[in-house]
């Protein structure tokens, strides 16, 4: 018996760049980054480059004829919903490339490749005039500041001349500019991307603030970006919205680089992908953690807020990404048991504490809130590894949130190369309960943990 076809028709975006090798930039990662959108993405090779992540070993540019070739083929059969631009490398193609976006109707995001992550130049000198004719064209042109410096004249250094240059780019021609802040030394050491839009009342200008990762794997993160705008204008997304998103995807793509090659590695351009993925697979660990509480009875460890046992998935950055009990678990009559069941989102403190340890140690997934007196104060010294603690009078009033503050606080204490703690005290407040925080790498180690606990209040 054949079964009935059931196809799909994604946006679908056009890339037009340069080949890595290497397989963290060009071509590659654009393709990857559409891909990981829900854009089907195409492609038009304009140079192939021999490189891996220690640099670029050699370059060598297509025919312009080829390039021609190949943009025409892909525009007769595909109805393009969004162009991304980037490495055109010299003058004739940068000209053949404005000259066919520009008759399109689809959104048009430029990418002003100049110089690789390695610093390996990756467009002729005599070939940076020839971008005016393609920012004219542009949806959307995303310079960082070094490329923004070539196009403008202005070095943007600061906000102001953050703002200064992506005007001067509007006034070129583009409908918007995004200069992006990550040469952009901010007084916080954040990353401050500042978007300028043409508007009927003239340039106006936007923000979008994020924090600086502290890595030198940022191989890709050009194309990546501008590859992820292009994607959400496929969708017919606004502009606005897709730089907000773009920024974000960006972020978790950095911070979750790739350790892969002798160099700097590339940014993770299936992060965000990778992240919903493995949702469901954290929330059934939660669970089979939930249960193993209940069979063993941790109603002894149970505070009177109620105990919390939250997993964050590979990749999580927020809240809405961790499983936990909704309505936590409590003590019955007859022992311990969930209020309800597992599901996204359903922690907040306890979520909040496990994201902020994970600035400290990624490799922490999963914690729960324990009850503190005497007896379990003292049955963490049974644990396998280092208990440290933090003061809520220290808290500062200025400070975002208690459980985030209380983590930094606590594994900021504690030095780089020391093994990472296995439990954190808070030794509460004025109305509010002392609280024993638990942390793991697996649920089958936090369950462990927990019954060590248990196991030696019970003696």
Not at 221 to 229: D, K, N, P
Request: with cysteine.
């Amino acid at each position: 018996m054949s079964r009935r076809r059931a196809p799909v028709s994604p946006p679908v975006a056009l890339t037009i760049a340069g080949s890595d090798s290497g397989g963290g930039a060009g071509i590659q990662a654009d393709l990857k980054t559409m891909e990981a959108h829900g854009v089907f993405g195409t492609s038009v090779v304009t140079a192939v480059t021999a490189q891996n992540t220690l640099g670029v070993e050699d370059s060598h540019v297509l025919p312009v004829s080829e390039i021609e070739a190949q943009y025409r083929v892909v525009r007769s059969d595909f109805d393009l919903a969004a162009v991304k631009t980037g490495m055109l490398a010299t003058e004739p193609v940068i000209d053949l490339v404005a000259d066919r976006v520009a008759a399109t109707d689809a959104p048009v995001v430029v990418d002003p490749v100049m110089v690789a992550a390695s610093g390996d130049r990756l467009l002729d000198p005599d070939a940076e005039s020839a971008y005016e004719s393609l920012v004219a064209a542009a949806t959307l042109v995303t310079p960082n500041a070094d490329e923004a410096a070539v196009l403008t004249g202005v070095d943007p250094t600061d906000h102001e001349t953050a703002v200064e240059a992506g005007e001067r780019l509007v006034e070129m021609g583009a409908d918007a500019a995004l200069v992006k802040g990550g040469h952009i030394v901010a007084a916080d050491d954040a990353v401050i991307d500042t978007l300028v839009v043409d508007g009927d009342d003239g340039p106006t200008a936007h923000t979008f603030d994020h924090s600086r990762i502290d890595t030198d794997a940022t191989h890709g993160s050009g194309c990546t970006l501008s590859s992820a705008i292009a994607a959400h204008l496929a969708h017919g997304e606004t502009l606005s919205y897709a730089v907000e998103a773009g920024t974000t995807f960006m972020e978790r793509a950095v911070r979750y680089g790739l350790d892969v090659g002798e160099g700097p590695g590339p940014v993770h351009h299936l992060a965000a992908l990778r992240e919903a993925a493995d949702r469901h697979r954290t929330m059934t660990d939660v669970a089979e953690v939930v249960e193993a509480f209940v069979d063993r009875d941790v109603s002894r460890l149970i505070p009177e807020v109620g105990m919390n046992v939250v997993g964050a998935t590979e990749y999580a950055e927020a809240v809405g990404e961790t499983a936990a009990v909704e309505g936590r678990i409590t003590r019955t009559l007859s022992g311990a048991a969930p209020n309800r069941g597992v599901r996204l989102g359903a922690s907040s403190h306890v979520a909040r504490f496990l994201l902020a340890a994970r600035e400290f140690d990624p490799d922490l997934r999963f914690a729960v809130n324990c009850r503190f007196d005497d007896a379990t104060e003292a049955a963490t010294a049974e644990l396998d590894g280092p208990v440290t603690e933090y003061d809520r009078d220290a808290e500062p009033d200025d400070a975002s949130g208690t459980m985030g503050w209380g983590a930094r606080r606590a594994f900021g204490a504690v030095d780089a190369d020391a093994p990472t703690p296995v439990a954190v005290l808070d030794r509460g407040a004025v109305g509010k309960e002392a609280i024993i925080k638990v942390v793991a790498e697996t649920p089958e180690e936090l369950g462990e943990r927990v019954f060590t606990l248990l196991d030696a209040v019970a003696e």
